[in-house]
């Protein structure tokens, strides 16, 4: 469906998604506990015939982005299952930053596949000379804003320059890739 660049890290396959990833996509995103994080805001998939359109349009959309843009569907290599979706898109409103995100099955949460999923999109886009790529995070999201840090983006401050709602911004740039970088200073306190 798309011409998404299939990446590969040590327990994953992120590749193009597929009209057949329909039932493994819902899982994902029929959760409203992953879909009510997202930027741009974006309601739970109700069922399967919701869930084939949007991956149309993913898909669509995906063959129009310029690398190293894109959606990819990610797989558990060891089982071949679905278990979520990650991005690399353009931020508007001008399409200069570039957004790395990933959205996984509640199930397979805290296994460390939204880190390797991370360094997987982010070696592609700096391997297309992108020098930086930003996470937003919704002001309240504590599991995204300590998944960005440990995967080693710093918090930069906080704008609503993307999408028009606050959101928490985190770079990464190729020498944070590096275990040895230094931490990222945590965002101020919120209720």
Same mark, same amino acid.
């Given at each position: 469906?798309?011409?998404?660049?299939?990446?590969?890290?040590?327990?994953?396959?992120?590749?193009?998604?597929?009209?057949?990833?329909?039932?493994?996509?819902?899982?994902?995103?029929?959760?409203?506990?992953?879909?009510?994080?997202?930027?741009?805001?974006? &309601?739970?998939?109700?069922?399967? #015939?919701?869930? !084939?359109?949007?991956?149309?349009?993913? +898909? =669509?959309?995906?063959?129009?982005?310029?690398?190293?843009?894109?959606?990819?569907?990610?797989?558990?290599?060891?089982?071949?299952?679905?278990?979520?979706?990650?991005?690399?898109?353009?931020?508007?409103?001008?399409?200069?930053?570039?957004?790395?995100?990933?959205?996984?099955?509640?199930?397979?949460?805290?296994?460390?596949?939204?880190?390797?999923?991370?360094?997987?999109?982010?070696?592609?886009?700096?391997?297309? &000379?992108?020098?930086?790529?930003? #996470?937003?995070? !919704?002001?309240?999201?504590?599991?995204? +804003? =300590?998944?960005?840090?440990?995967?080693?983006?710093?918090?930069?401050?906080?704008?609503?320059?993307?999408?028009?709602?606050?959101?928490?911004?985190?770079?990464?740039?190729?020498?944070?890739?590096?275990?040895?970088?230094?931490?990222?200073?945590?965002?101020?306190?919120?209720?």
């Amino acid at each position: 469906m798309t011409a998404t660049t299939v990446l590969t890290t040590e327990r994953l396959t992120l590749r193009p998604w597929q009209l057949e990833d329909a039932p493994a996509a819902l899982e994902v995103y029929g959760h409203t506990e992953v879909t009510r994080w997202l930027s741009p805001e974006m &309601d739970r998939v109700p069922d399967s #015939a919701a869930m !084939r359109l949007l991956l149309q349009q993913w +898909a =669509a959309e995906s063959e129009r982005l310029p690398a190293p843009a894109g959606r990819w569907a990610v797989q558990r290599d060891s089982d071949g299952l679905v278990i979520g979706g990650a991005v690399l898109l353009p931020l508007p409103p001008g399409e200069e930053d570039l957004e790395i995100g990933w959205q996984l099955r509640p199930d397979t949460w805290g296994h460390g596949y939204a880190t390797e999923t991370t360094h997987a999109l982010a070696a592609w886009a700096f391997s297309q &000379d992108v020098h930086e790529v930003f #996470a937003v995070v !919704r002001p309240g999201n504590a599991r995204a +804003a =300590a998944t960005v840090r440990n995967n080693g983006m710093h918090w930069v401050g906080e704008t609503t320059k993307y999408y028009g709602v606050e959101l928490q911004v985190f770079r990464l740039r190729r020498a944070d890739l590096d275990s040895a970088a230094p931490a990222s200073p945590q965002p101020h306190d919120r209720d």
